[in-house]
């Protein structure tokens, strides 16, 4: 067996050393940290929302090559689309990691196909969901602003 | 030797094969286990989950990002996959793996009571409980101000739903009650009891280390708050016990213990902590007794506990029937509700212990003594009782043989 | 493969053998098992006696009177002198068996402290324990209005007991230390803290959960008041752990769990407790894990404590000189003062998850995160290490792989 | 296996049956219980005493044959002992016991033999220990009392 096949492909190592989404937004509409207590990975995520869309996303934290290049994909991918295609796209990941599903990513999401490996790896599982369950929670706060606003 | 009876819905024969033990001699004679309200015998696949985790697995859980922590981790939570099953656990039930019922019973006692339990408020038992299910609520109530109340018990310790009712009061906050009395296998309506209970905005924590092992169990039936049970009465290792509890309740109460793996977040002056079931599964658990409890769980569930429960009342029936010829026999508990499959009985005037002792020469294994209920002994006005109790691998030969060997007793003190 | 070294007083080729899961690969590479500090591997003696209980006996213990029962009982009891003998425990002195390390402590810490101290005492302990043993007494701290006090580290987590007489003050009623780090395996100087703790009237309890499995001991030489260890570190079972405590105080302390077998008479509302160690030990224990335990003891105990630390010291000083070489890696802990078979480090900015999921695909089983002891990590100001730790069976194979392997982790994260 | 020879010899039950020593002394100088709690066994000693000897013996409570026999054997075997011969007793019945030992029994206490086979069941010893645990409590109490008596 190649770990490096499963676990550590290229589009994973990338996305882990990519800073592009690694900072702070200012005055961020939304904010939630997410935390594994086992392992001790611990991000904060940023989002904005103009109301319909995703305007921006960001991370800062510790945690393993994994949940920091999952964050990162999450951060790409979720730029520009709606609360509900967001909470979709939450859907499908978990189907991938948790479910054994080949899930189609939307255009510009398609390296999330590269943490499916991670699903062979049953304690490594939470590192790759961390920010997606985090994203989970901010989307809640979204939509209920978002109806509070209206 | 055995047969399958006409009552037995399963292949008896090959039941008893899968118990290596039942081979076995006991001082020279043939095994017949009648004890099994104190533990029960272990079936080959339980065993083989447990050398098979200490030969081939071997590693801490939660722990480890390596395969062996892996394979110990994933079966380690399938196991209380299958414990949630197998009592019909609802989506917000969770199980909790203690080292034993009676720990179970003490989380409930002090996580639940310390925190909840004002001075006044009244702890509603029974004096059929076996001590697991009696002295932590003792100790809690002294600790609270709570008061202990009991139930009023009819003819041979029977419960009603409405003894209970009678009980009730609007200070009562938790009833704690067994699912079956391990000295007599009264069988108390629970169900009726729960809803009695909650009516009256009390909580319900049922003792099911004799009812879980030996019927099937669904707890949204129940509708209980709390259920204990543990593995090694039902084929299981021993050293694990279950708590099943509703999270919501689980995660308000203290952790009993405090340690690694149940925390969030460490300071040098205070920790922050997980829910249930981590926040109650603190240090390295019974990996290997966990993981061989799911092996139990899957050959009961194979053969079925309806089937079980039905072979055993048939048994218990012929031993009744056959019990009654021996002279000088005083029979105790209740025959009418619902009886699991034990027999508590005295012959004339002889100690319990000394007709355990021939039993024992005869290869007959049954329980003597006082069954950790000394309050029910004192309600039945006895010291002890010898104690007949049935499981899925026992036969009408070992009823035969119980009989022929009250005999014996008879011969050697009469 | 592995060869004995001249450093090894036994035949490692021939321990190896008795362990069957070293044939075994993990990720298709042959195993090298180096998280003896989560738990270790277990030895075929150690399973056949788990097998021989539940195939065998299956009976509960205490209980019966016959032959079965009374065999378990034997077993039991048998484990228990053996678990005695091991620490070199005083007449006066016993073992209850727990389900870990942790129940150990908590009962010291809940059954002692809640009992005995005020609020304003002080409990010592220091930053680099286990969760075990300092959870609980934060916790015990906050419900008797207790302080917890640390010892002020030196470089690298060192603590001599010149710091430990700094911190000692009248006020102090307990030192809870651990015996050896399980990040840096660093050995305080126990018996050297026991002789200052006592002349200032304070109680040592010693975390032994490392120290006792891989060092030789004697409670009398250390001069400790009470010795926590678990069964699972030592080639024994998972679910048990011992309390070794002096009877004196143990029979002052109140029970931590109730229930039955623990009891001299019950009443309805109150309860008369037994002595230690049946005070503690309610409930069926983990009987197949404490025989086995006891199996484990005689394992160590023919093999040779002494022979197994001087083993795993030479394993360290090589290992710590192959490590030496490798780019880019930090080494935690004092090397200075004595220290067990265990190294903690980092690999440049990797993430300890990164490199034990590489190690793991090369076959090699090493333990990352922060090992329970979050206020150290935050101490030496990093988020975690990766922990190499050795036993009797380990190779300087083990540590050549290890070697090599950190080469791949820089290859895929360089 | 013939369990009646082992246990339950013709001695045994012949002085389980007894009733010669079951009884209260009156105002008995020494007076001490004794239980093993696991198995219910609950017995009380009555011992009299004109200093030197002891005058009488007798027990009541309830228990197993084993201990009920064991206790008889007792009373029978003190009476008209010394204090020191009664400690030497003691002594002797728990190493035929706990120790494998064959003893001689002095004349009158030769009953005593008929324990030995309670040492292949080992849950049972203490079934017939209680009574001789709780002598060894009773005689310590007579000689402190001999002594301040002086
Ligand atoms: C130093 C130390 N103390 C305590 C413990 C807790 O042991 P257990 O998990 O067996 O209760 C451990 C093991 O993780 C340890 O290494
Ligand atoms: C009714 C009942 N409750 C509780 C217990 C205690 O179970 P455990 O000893 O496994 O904790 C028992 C078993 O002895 C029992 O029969």
Known sequence: ?150 | MSTTSAHTRYDLERVRADFPILTRKMRGKPLAYLDNGATSLKPRPVIDAEVSYLRDISANIHRGVYELSEQATVLYDEAREKAKRFIGAPSDGEAVFTKSATEAVNIVAFSWGRKFLKPGDEILTTEVEHHANLIPWQEVARQTGAHLRFVELGPGGIITAASVEAALTERTRIVAITGMSNVTGFMPPVAQISRLAHKRGAIVIVDGAQLVSHHPVNVEELDVDFLVWSGHKMCGPTGVGVLYGRRALLNNMDPLLYGGDMIVRVYRDRAEYKEAPDRFETGTPNISGVIALGAAIEYLEEIGMEAIAEHEEHLLEYALERLAEVDGITLYGPREGRCGGIISFNLGQVHTHDVGSVLDGEGIAVRTGFHCAQPFMRHLGIHGTVRASFYLYNTREDVDRLVTALGRVQEVFG
Chains 1, 4 share one sequence.
Not at chain 1, 95 to 110: H, I, K, Q, S, V
């Open chain 1, 1 to 150: 067996m190649n770990l490096g096949d499963d676990l550590y492909r290229e589009i994973i190592l990338d996305n882990y050393k990519s800073t592009r989404n690694r900072r702070a937004l200012e005055s961020p509409a939304f904010r939630q940290e997410g935390v594994n207590p086992s392992c001790g990975d611990d991000i904060e995520l940023y989002l904005k929302s103009d109301g319909e869309q995703i305007t921006d996303a960001s991370f800062e934290g510790v945690g393993c090559s994994i949940c920091i290049a999952s964050a990162n994909m999450l951060c790409n991918a979720i730029k520009g689309m709606e609360v509900t295609q967001a909470e979709e796209l939450v859907e499908r990941v978990k189907g991938m990691l948790t479910r054994n599903e080949t899930p189609e990513f939307p255009d510009g999401a398609e390296d999330l196909e590269a943490i499916q490996g991670v699903a062979k790896y049953p304690v490594r599982i939470k590192c790759a969901l961390l920010s997606w369950n985090t994203l989970h929670q901010l989307l809640d706060e979204v939509r209920s602003q978002a109806r509070s606003g209206d």
